[in-house]
């Protein structure tokens, strides 16, 4: 009897939560019906105007997509040197040693850092820096959030890499040292293409992490609503113009900013499927 | 000194001196161990489980050196050459050796896996040279019929004792002084362990095999001389046709005959 009650709550908690989330996409796309109304939804997506002054309002997400994709991208390559890095080195070459859980520890940390602290940090920091560089005047721009989210997303992909890796058999691995090869020739022929599909996982995983990233990102990439003339240039990503100006918004605008929200969680809903699919890859070799 | 290039048949290919292993100190897992090993002879390493007898075999060819924490002692001579001074990466490819578990590398074709001792050691080879050597590793273990035609398949394509002889043919491409096996037909069923019992008859011919076995009738069958190890030593070694039929020493027999084991 309790059996059966414990099994009907759990069943229960399970709907509840399907519900929900049937509940927000409902309400997205509710709410994004009137702006996809008046320009149609590719009249939206690939138009780059966003204008929201009274007399010639006009909404259009694309400069917005470009400005999440060129600081996703440029904080993923910026991260892959330091989290493979990091990888290596807790999943191979210290794998197991106390060195390899203080850097796994500090690694864990960096992921507990809130947001809004990194957006402080780079704020006060990192943009100096930036001015100092003479990238540009202000510091603001993708080039500095890309810096700052490069950090923030190196844990997600070390982590997972780190597992992946360190889950390379060590039959394959004596097998190439009986053959008489080197260590180095070893993780590059051996442990690296037989964690690939899994490394390649979890930096997908880190990109969609890049892609929703708000709070920093917000404080520090200059806020326009343009497409970005580069990586020096100032920009919003989608998530930057929803958190800077949701609070003021009404009417056309707020359907306009809730319609971009549906597009990001489109978006990184798509990119975790691919890691998903690439790691059910990974699974059946 | 004897000159390296005047070793003939009589000499040993392979010569242990006091050879000692230990895990931590003061425990030996091999201990003191001296036997002399002759060309084209297989030897079989025999004893209980726990005995020191695939640790023995690892020190040959130096894998003891990827764990820091296992030190090992003594002279090991391979054609005459001491391979604990020696460059491991050196000593490797001087000694093949084959696993317990078939390890083909899964992310190369079976083309690749034999090759794999030369691409993991930044070797160049012309493509004809390539070609030869994947067509005469792969005669020599009898998979050449067998795989010609799937050579761009994956490694683990191939069944159990197929990638076993895979893993034979590799160490082989590299030409070794010896070959170690340690139980590499545990992992397999009675007919691939047949035919790779055969195979090691046929490679006699041209390579020295040392090969430690769990099976005392695998031993028996295939092996002209025996080891028999108790508790890290080497109790008695000498021909296998003497050695099953009138041990030196109470503890082999007692081995042999199942007392223990």
């Known amino acids: 009897m309790k059996d059966k009650i414990f099994r009907i709550l759990l069943f229960a908690a399970a709907l509840a939560i399907l519900f929900l989330s049937a509940g927000i996409i409902y309400a997205l796309v509710n709410r994004s019906l009137e702006v996809f109304g008046e320009y ?77 602290v990194y957006g402080l940090w780079g704020f006060y920091t990192v943009r100096p820096i930036i001015i100092e560089m003479g990238i540009n005047a202000q510091g603001f721009g993708i080039f500095l959030s890309s810096v700052v989210l490069a950090i923030m997303i190196i844990p997600y992909a070390s982590s997972l890499s780190t597992e992946f890796l360190s889950m390379v ?12 090869a080197t260590r180095l020739e070893v993780v590059r022929h051996i442990n690296l293409p037989t964690a690939a599909s899994g490394i390649l996982a979890s930096f997908i995983l880190a990109l969609g992490r890049a892609l929703g990233e708000t709070m920093a990102v917000t404080m520090l990439i200059g806020n326009t609503n343009k497409i970005p003339q580069g990586l020096r240039d100032t920009g919003n990503t989608m998530a930057s113009v929803i958190a800077n100006q949701f609070g003021e918004a009404d009417g056309l605008k707020l359907s306009a900013l809730i319609a971009i929200g549906l597009l990001l969680f489109i978006i990184t809903a798509l990119i975790n499927l691919v890691a998903k699919m690439v790691m059910k890859k990974l699974a059946r070799v | 000194m004897e000159n390296i290039n005047n070793i003939s048949k009589e000499n040993p290919v392979l010569q242990l001196k006091e050879v000692s292993v230990s895990y931590s100190p003061g425990s030996f897992a091999v201990n003191r161990v001296t036997a002399d090993i002759y060309p084209n002879t297989i030897t079989a390493i025999m004893g209980p489980s726990g005995c020191g007898k695939s640790t023995l075999l690892r020190a040959i060819n130096r894998m003891h050196d990827l764990y820091p924490h296992i030190k090992t002692t003594g002279e090991i001579f391979l054609k005459g050459r001491n391979i604990l001074a020696m460059d491991p990466m050196e000593v490797r490819r001087m000694a093949g050796m084959v ?108 390579f020295t095999i040392i090969i430690v076995t769990h099976n005392m009738s695998q031993a028996a069958r295939i092996s002209d001389k025996s080891m028999f190890m108790y508790l890290g030593e080497l109790v008695e070694h000498g021909n296998t046709t003497q050695m099953f039929t009138k041990p030196r020493n109470k503890r082999t027999e007692e081995y042999l005959t199942g007392v223990f084991g």
């Open chain 1, 40 to 116: 149609g939804i590719w009249g939206f997506v690939a138009n780059a105007e966003w204008d929201p002054r009274p007399v010639t309002e006009e909404y259009g997400a694309f400069s917005f997509i470009m400005g999440t994709f060129y600081t996703a991208f440029f904080s993923l390559l910026l991260c892959i040197p330091f989290a493979l890095s990091v990888a290596l080195l807790n999943g191979e070459y210290f794998r197991g040693s106390k060195l390899s859980s203080f850097v796994r520890s500090i690694v864990d940390l960096l992921a507990g850092i809130p947001s809004i």
């Open chain 1, 169 to 180: 058999p060590n039959k394959l691995k004596e097998g190439a040292y009986s053959l008489g």
């Open chain 2, 99 to 206: 696993f317990q578990q078939p390890n083909p590398f899964p992310t190369m074709s079976i083309y690749d896996n034999v090759l794999a001792g030369y691409t993991l050691n930044g070797i160049r080879l012309k493509k004809s040279e390539k070609e030869e050597i994947v067509a005469q590793s792969l005669q020599s273990v009898g998979l050449w019929g067998e795989v010609k035609d799937v050579m761009t398949k994956r490694g683990s394509f191939l069944s159990g004792g197929q990638q076993q002889r895979l893993c034979i043919a590799r160490a082989l491409a590299l030409n070794p002084e010896v070959l170690l096996m340690d139980e590499p037909t545990s992992a397999l069923d009675p007919i691939s362990t047949n035919k790779i019992e055969e195979l090691l008859l046929q490679l006699q011919k041209d």
